[in-house]
């Protein structure tokens, strides 16, 4: 369902449950009063343009969306036609839970918020509520991909690159009172986990001269549903993200590029995700038999493009380099997710986390391999392609 489809279902449902609750009253005063949000972040430059307030009366149901632009603070209800942006909203009267998450993000999947907007909360609960990534086939136009990707780990579909961190945060059951302006003020928490990801080409160019020229990666192992309220993850279901990294020759040209004299470079690559699952081990299968696995959650592929210097012609050639690497021992010392004390649901380490791959690719022009210092500990790259006169 797309965005638009979905604020109009969103709008229909808040309307169709918003008068489960008629107050009769012959005398003439108001049952409404006017709120308005404000919010307090952590991050300022990393919040949302939008978020949505639901707006949820526990007493005589009533539901409505409000969507607030976090630059000014002004507000519209989510209804057909839109009323304008103003400073304040006004609903009926009554005791009521506030909740604010990103609203019209492009990459989330709202259904779960749909339901609850429909149903009865008897039936259908708030605390059922979660957010999904919305995922995308390889083929897909509409996702963002490098060119010449081949896929060698296909067991799940993509997020979006690039994804905006996942903010939530609710207030405790507050009185709304009729002809009153009240501010309700939210501190949003990131549900979601800033990652970083390292790691390290060395180029051996003594046959074949080269200099690399962009690199991307895939992660595999993303959840895709989060629990709004909780933060909890369903790590049943999980997806693959693309990501551009940033490359940084230890030896760089003037205007920081990589050149055919450099030997090494660091690549940063840095994601906003709900965590990453770590390789599987099935029933009977060996700690041997984990760490082959290139199949599955827990995987990193990468794609590095080269220019090669052809000494005859004196002209340089495009050639993708394609690798993977089992990310078993990395993702246990990141300890990027943590479990309940009853193991039935698993959440985010912190805010913040760290895959630092000690593995190096070794780079010579002819094939990707491995610099072999950390003996059995170390997770290690397996060449899967190699392309040359790419059109890139």
């Known amino acids: 369902m797309n965005n638009k489809k979905l604020l109009y279902t969103l709008l229909l449902g808040a309307t169709l449950t918003s008068c489960t609750e008629v107050e009769i009253c012959e005398r003439e005063h108001p049952h409404t009063g006017d709120v308005n949000f404000t919010y307090t972040w ?7 343009k939008f978020m949505g307030v639901l707006c949820y009366r526990v007493v005589g149901q009533w539901k409505k969306v409000a969507k607030v632009n976090t630059e000014d603070l002004t507000l519209t209800i989510k209804e057909f036609p839109p009323t304008a942006f103003k400073s304040t909203i006004e609903i009926p009267r009554g005791y009521y839970k506030f909740a604010t998450f990103p609203l019209d ?4 999947d709202y259904s779960e918020l749909e ?9 259908y609960p708030l605390q059922n509520v979660g957010l999904s990534y919305k995922v995308y086939d ?6 963002n991909k490098p060119l010449a990707w081949q896929d060698f780990n296909p067991y799940a579909k993509y997020i979006q690159p690039d994804v905006e961190p996942l903010y939530y945060d609710s207030t405790t059951v507050q009185r709304v009172r009729a002809d009153r302006q009240t501010t309700f003020e939210f501190k949003p928490k990131i549900l979601s986990q800033n990652i970083d990801i390292n790691f390290n080409i060395v180029k051996n160019t003594d046959e074949v001269q080269f200099k690399v020229t962009e690199v991307w990666a895939e992660i595999s192992g ?3 549903y989060i629990k709004m309220n909780t933060g909890y993850l369903d790590i049943t279901k999980t997806s693959k993200m693309l990501f551009k990294t940033d490359i940084k020759p230890s030896n760089p040209d003037d205007n920081g590029n990589d050149t055919n004299e450099n030997k090494r470079i660091a690549c940063h690559g840095n994601i906003n995700v709900t965590g990453v699952v770590n390789v599987q081990r099935g029933y009977g299968e060996t700690l041997a038999d984990v760490r082959k696995k290139i199949y599955g959650p827990g995987i990193m592929q990468v794609v ?4 090669v210097y052809n000494p005859k012609t004196g002209h340089t050639f495009p050639q993708k380099w394609q690798g993977i690497i089992n990310l078993y021992n ?3 010392q990141a300890k990027l997710m943590k479990t309940t004390s009853d193991n039935k649901y698993v959440y985010r380490n912190g805010e913040h986390g760290a895959i630092n791959i000690s593995a190096e690719i070794l780079l010579d022009g002819k094939t990707v391999g491995n610099i072999d210092k950390g ?4 997770d290690r790259w397996i060449q899967t392609d190699s392309d040359i006169n790419i059109d890139i």
Do not use: W
């Open 115 to 123: 339901q609850f907007m429909k149903n009865d909360a008897k039936d």
């Open 222 to 224: 993303v959840p895709i």
């Open 304 to 307: 590095i493009y080269t220019e």
């Open 330 to 332: 990395t993702l246990n």
């Open 138 to 143: 390889i083929k897909d136009p509409k996702l």
């Open 105 to 108: 993000n492009p990459s989330i």
């Open 42 to 48: 952590n991050k300022p430059e990393d919040k949302p």
């Open 375 to 378: 003996g059995d500990a170390l």
